[in-house]
């Protein structure tokens, strides 16, 4: 079966229809229904309309974790270089917390957890509080509830998560690293929280910020990438 595209008179009816029910702008909606009606709509002859393979192209030629990575890693090499810390970046997938991407400083000396590395999604990893924190409220149930690894939610633990959405970052020493100090804040798109950058903050004799220092680069740096991302 051949698929031809739609004719122009067909477009102009779905760009009528569709401002009627949107009450769009005239110009940008026909705007709109040109492109897609060109190139993601199609009809067989005499036949229904269908959706061609342009909007599958579309939607993987830039996938989701490719966007992240190509606008993140800059920020958190710039920030690594400014800070003379690591940092990486780690999202929540299939009930575990995974590295994506890290950032190594010049200095000859540094803590940073390798690409790829995956840990449970437990309340003792700074990436998934932060993560869960700053979910919209039916999400931060069910996160909740991998946290506490099958325990029930502790008044301290809820109590903390609120603590981190207020205050709209988490830091504090590690609780798997003695000595370092981990600094979190979430990476937002559009749609909500995607993933969590942790500074790694390690003290060391020729360590040029200071924790607060430090901060303020990392939450410049998760504003930057996040505005990017494409937060309102």
Known sequence: ???????????????????????????????????????????????????????????????PVDRLLDV??????????????????????????????RAEPPEPMSYSVRPGAHFPFRDDRVSARVITAFQDETHRDLLQDELAAGRSLTRTLATRLAAIRRRGYDEGPS????????????????????????????????????VPQARDALRAAARDISHALGKL
């Open 1 to 63: 079966m051949f698929w031809k595209p739609l004719p122009q008179s067909s477009m102009v009816c779905l760009c009528r229809r569709s401002h009627a029910a949107w009450n769009a702008r005239p110009a940008s909606c026909f705007a709109c229904w040109m492109f897609l009606c060109s190139a993601a709509i199609s009809r067989a002859p005499a036949g229904p309309y269908a959706l061609t393979l342009r909007l599958f192209e579309l939607a993987h030629r830039h996938p």
């Open 72 to 101: 993140a890693v800059p920020h958190m090499q710039a920030l690594a270089r400014l800070t003379g810390q690591a940092n990486h970046l780690s999202v929540h997938h299939d009930a575990r917390l995974v590295v994506l991407a």
């Open 175 to 210: 609780d798997t690293i003695s000595g370092v100090v981990d600094i979190c804040f979430p990476l937002f798109d559009r749609y909500g929280v995607v993933a969590a950058l942790n500074l790694v903050y390690l003290k060391q004799r020729d360590t040029r910020l200071s």
